[in-house]
């Protein structure tokens, strides 16, 4: 996958609350919150290189102190992600989503700073390990089996350039190319080429596969003279390759 990174673990964790104060029924403050907040022109490499320790935790809750009977909340950490995350558990369960630049999603809550009902003593913030998926977010994605010329269409029609070569599977991470138009911007997304069972996971299926799931149109890319992976496997003709596609 080289240097494209669509999947990453972390270790987030909600501050810890603040002291109470028991003399003077005084209340600490609540651990600060950690958000993961999509931002534009973020990548999941760039969060990777900024922080190799991939550990966000966030700030404690203040004292309770005869000057502030009540403590001020922690400081809040905020984690700056792509668009198009979705947000797992460390069990595969989704929690939650961001696709919209701005979106924000609560990771860890702080905790509780000490007051009476937790007899002055403060709460843990909470912690987890959640996992970042990237499912990229392009207007059209080029859908094809290996070879059959979608970095070409691609190369020609924007301004990308993806490595082009007489064999299978040229293209191994997606590659996204921009259409200028007077109104608007259109984003073309070249996906690696897909083999026969991809959707049962063969080959590199579900990782290549989930790359399609938020592209507003699908392009089907198909080599007119038929197509054959390698001696090994059966020759289709365009029509079949067309079927096999959509299966």
């Known amino acids: 996958y080289g240097n494209f990174i669509d999947d990453l673990r972390l270790y987030v964790r909600g501050g810890t609350g603040g ?12 651990g600060g ?4 907040v999509a931002q534009e022109r973020t990548t999941l490499k760039s969060i990777r290189d900024r922080y190799p320790q991939k550990r966000f935790v966030a700030g404690t809750g203040a004292n309770s102190s005869v000057q502030a009977l009540k403590g001020e909340k922690g400081k809040d950490c905020e984690v700056h992600v792509p668009l ?10 989704q929690i939650g989503e961001l696709n919209a630049a701005g979106e924000r999603f609560l990771a860890a809550r702080g905790g509780l700073g000490g007051s009476l009902a937790t007899n002055f003593v403060p709460c843990k913030g909470q912690k987890r390990i959640v996992r ?17 010329g979608k970095s070409s269409l691609l190369s020609k029609i924007s301004h990308a350039k993806p490595e082009i070569a007489n064999y299978a599977f040229t293209t191994i991470q997606p590659e996204l190319g921009k259409i200028m138009y007077a109104d608007y911007k259109q984003v073309v997304a070249d996906l690696p080429g897909l083999i026969e069972g991809a959707h049962a996971n063969k080959g590199m299926g579900h990782k290549f596969l989930k790359h399609v799931e938020r592209t507003k149109q699908l392009l089907l890319v198909v080599d007119v003279s038929g197509f054959q992976l390698s001696i090994k496997t059966q020759f289709r003709t365009a029509f079949e390759t067309i079927l096999l596609l959509t299966k």
């Not at 002291?19 to 609540?30: A, N, S, W």
């Open 19 to 30: 002291m109470g104060y028991p003399r003077l029924g005084g209340e600490g403050g609540r």
């Open 132 to 148: 970042l998926d990237l499912k990229l977010i392009a207007d059209v994605g080029l859908v094809g089996f290996p070879n059959a």
């Open 33 to 36: 919150d950690v958000w993961f």
């Open 84 to 93: 198009g995350i979705s947000v797992l558990c460390d069990d595969g369960k």
